[in-house]
């Protein structure tokens, strides 16, 4: 070489300027990465890296053909050979790390899983509220949404357990003592398979939750106002299982309550939401 020329560009068989893996500018690995997306199309974001347990995502290794490995949290790839493969997440949280291999090149790629934080309830569109003229009761129908909602819970199925009610004031009437949420002999509910995803709320459990607060009459509420006031509430256990996996898993802990007040003015609460209704509002059915 003269003076004053400049060295050659690195070369694709140059091994000390390029070895294998290298992604310097020029070398033929540059260009080696794993693409994502995922199966479900919400959130709109399917490149995401943040998937929920039991979520399916597409892999694509950019060199072509290659030999798949992964290592950390649970989940199965489809295939360990080829341009492409999909991973199917387990039901426990963590990182999982994708390795390709192919083409003299390497690539990784990291998915972060994530469990459900918990849960909210809300009121089913297009139902009404359940209430009788002159009687401090009130019903609704309640669906479920699953949290966080940056994720998409599709290949999730979920169940309530059975408890028993908790009376006080008004509402501790001997023919109540000992009430169950479900059949006395039942042990939990079927599970409930989800609808739908929104950015907004999260993953809609395909449910129409009945809940209701029960009239106890008015030989112990009053029939007017100063109405007796009571309460009663159900501790409420939800569990949540990943489909064809064997492990249940239990959401955090909530109450479903009622609540009379001297107004006459009736409350149902469950998973972070109230219903209300006036004892003087007309009757409505659900």
């Avoid at 091994?15 to 994502?36: F, H, K, L, M, Y």
């Avoid at 998937?51 to 597409?58: A, M, N």
């Avoid at 809300?122 to 359940?130: H, I």
């Avoid at 169940?159 to 509402?171: A, D, H, K, P, W």
Wanted: charged share 15%; hydrophobic share 30%.
């Amino acid at each position: 070489m003269c003076w004053g020329d400049k060295p050659p560009p690195p070369s694709r068989s140059d091994a000390s300027t390029c070895p294998p893996g290298s992604t310097a500018q020029g070398c033929p690995c540059a260009g080696a990465r794993i693409t994502s997306q995922t199966v479900a199309t919400s959130p709109a974001d399917r490149a995401r890296t943040t998937i929920g347990v039991g979520e399916e995502v597409g892999l694509t290794y950019s060199m072509g053909a290659a030999t798949w490995a992964r290592t950390g949290a649970g989940g199965t790839l489809s295939t360990n050979s080829g341009a492409s493969t999909t991973f199917t997440a387990g039901d426990t949280a963590g990182a999982v790390t994708f390795t390709a291999t192919g083409g003299g090149c390497q690539a990784t790629l990291t998915l972060t899983i994530v469990q459900p934080s918990g849960f909210t309830m809300k009121r089913q569109t297009g139902t009404n509220l359940g209430h009788t003229h002159g009687r401090p009761d009130c019903s609704w129908f309640g669906t479920m949404m699953i949290h966080p909602n940056n994720v998409n819970f599709y290949r999730l199925q979920t169940r309530e357990l059975n408890s028993t009610i908790v009376l006080g004031g008004s509402y501790n009437i001997p023919s109540w003592v000992g009430l169950r949420h479900q059949g006395p002999d039942q042990s939990e509910s079927a599970y409930f398979a989800m609808r739908g995803h929104s950015d907004a709320e999260g993953t809609e459990v395909a449910l129409a939750d009945n809940i209701a607060t029960g009239d106890p009459g008015a030989a112990s509420t009053g029939a007017a106002v100063p109405f007796t006031p009571g309460t009663h509430s159900f501790p409420i256990d939800w569990q949540w299982q990943v489909i064809g996996a064997a492990a249940v898993h239990n959401f955090p802990a909530q109450r479903q309550e009622a609540e009379i007040f001297t107004t006459g003015r009736c409350e149902s609460r469950k998973g972070g939401h109230t219903e209300s209704t006036l004892f003087s509002d007309a009757t409505s059915t659900r």
